[in-house]
């Protein structure tokens, strides 16, 4: 009994659990197998102890990371900041000093009559001259006027200027040599081929308008009777088109001829952009029964419309152009490669309160107009001489009808010419009654998406505050149309909730007001803009230069008059680039 009491007591676990016998040498195996490729009790190590548990991170509570939130906005951060990265400074280069004379405003120019018979408006009143020894915008390069002025010693002694007539108006330096032009410049006429001219304001933001009003064109009852020649050739008949047109947009063609431009035609009331016609259309509502639907933003799915047809543009019509962007804050995000349709939302003009964004306007980055110019004289008046944007390889196949593969531009398109914007269109106006849509999702413009000729030496990427849409107008053999910037225009718009005015209905008696990116402007107003424009970054180039030189150490004060001092120290070129010849080859070119 007590054997079996001890048997079994044996069975039961103790308290402290038994030794382990420590392995012994002579049970390792003499040879190493798969299984145990280390007999050698020595050389066998210990296994490795586990990793230290990594520490959590301590994090704040949802409700006391908000109140943080909401405190630290108005409290200075103890780091500090990082500050903003400041644009570079424009070019500067030696050049002499201005004379006496060149501190004279800038002198009338020289227009000459047409030989040997002289052209006039069709109702015999009003002449149209030819400019003549003016600097046109050509072969790379753009003119702008300027004058001396001894306020700006630092910036080389020049300053923006321009020439009569003042106001808004056809450019007489930035259309083709063939055009003519009344005395306020806004009826032109050219007897060539198809020829293009641009207005002297740019449309970058906004809702702007102009009209134009066809005086030579197609008859306006029935259809053009044929002419000849003194040899018996049948004479070709005049014709007008009206557009926008950027800046690489060619002189010698007429509006529309590349991706560069957006048209509309005198004949048959169409659409021409990339030198294919298209139609203008009506969108229609939501479920509406029609012949043809087109793919509308912002989805891009079809829509109904309606086409306009069997219209033409005849002597005495007007047709208001109207052109809408979106803000420039979009359109950089658009360029920059930035842009996403889902947070993005909306044409950009909306309040930081509305919208909610941390950035509304896109002031991350410096919003710096950089103008690389240089001032060269020219048949007795001054010039500043720059390089102009130039079309890109994208945007010549963009522009190809030949056998290429179909390019969609898009607002995220790898390339950046190619990148279109979002919540813009052109709208077609005809005496004062609007026709319909030209043309949607306009192509970007904003650099990088224009960029000047870099084999020139230019330094790509910069905004010289005049890239954007120009009221374009071109004519064909005799064609005569005169525009409209306004204020007060012929037939304005009927459409009682878009006027030229700052107030919208909302509901039946409310209204509110308009902001200004939405408001339907006259592309006049941005004349006077544009000159504050002017003023304010030739001060700003001033101070630039000011600091640059020393600040107030500065020792090229002027002595007894006007061009008694020191010259500019000696400036900053482009080491063999723009410097070399700049203002020299003004006038092998002309």
Known sequence: MAELQQHSR?????????????LEEDHAPAVSSPLNPNPDPAARSRPARAPPREQREKRDTLKKREASANTRGSTPNPKGKPERPSAPSPMRFS?????????????????????PNPIFTPDGEIELKKPVDHAWNKKGYRYTHCVAD????????????DSRPFGPRMSHEDCDKWFHFDDSATIITNEKGWRMGRGNVVAREGRLYYEVKILRGIPKEGPAMPTFTEAGQ???????RMGWARREAPLDAPVGFDGYS?????????TMHRSRA?????????????KHAKSRPPHGKLSPVEYITDMDVREGDVIGLEIQLPSLSLHRK??????????????????????????????????????????VPYKGNFYFEQLEYVATKPMESYSDRGPTPKITPSPNHEDPSLRSLPHSSIKVYKNGKEIGIAFENLLAFLPPASAPSAQAGARVGFDDGQVGYFPAVAAFCGGVAQVNFGPDFWCPPEDASNPLNDVEMVGNDATATISEGRRLRAIGEKYKEQIAEDVVWDIIDEVDFFMQDGGWEYKGEMENGIGAGKATPTARGMGGGLDDGVGVEVGRRY
Do not use: C, W
């Open 262 to 270: 957006y048209a509309v035609t005198d004949l048959r009331f169409e």
């Open 95 to 115: 050049i002499p000093e201005p004379k006496l004379p060149d501190y004279d405003a800038p002198k009338d120019g020289i227009f000459a009559s047409h030989e």
């Open 10 to 22: 044996s069975n039961t676990p103790s308290l402290a659990p038994p030794l382990r016998r420590p």
């Open 334 to 375: 658009v360029v920059e490669g930035i842009y996403n349709p889902a947070v993005d939302i909306g044409d950009g003009f909306d309040s930081a309160s509305s919208s909610g964004s941390k950035d509304p306007l896109n002031m991350e980055k410096p919003i710096d107009i950089i103008r690389d110019r240089i001032p």
């Open 278 to 290: 298209s139609k203008i259309y009506k969108p229609l509502p939501k479920g509406a029964k029609s």
């Open 150 to 161: 001894p306020h700006f010693r630092h910036k080389q002694f020049y300053r923006q200027s």
């Open 234 to 240: 049948r004479s070709a008949q005049p014709h007008v």
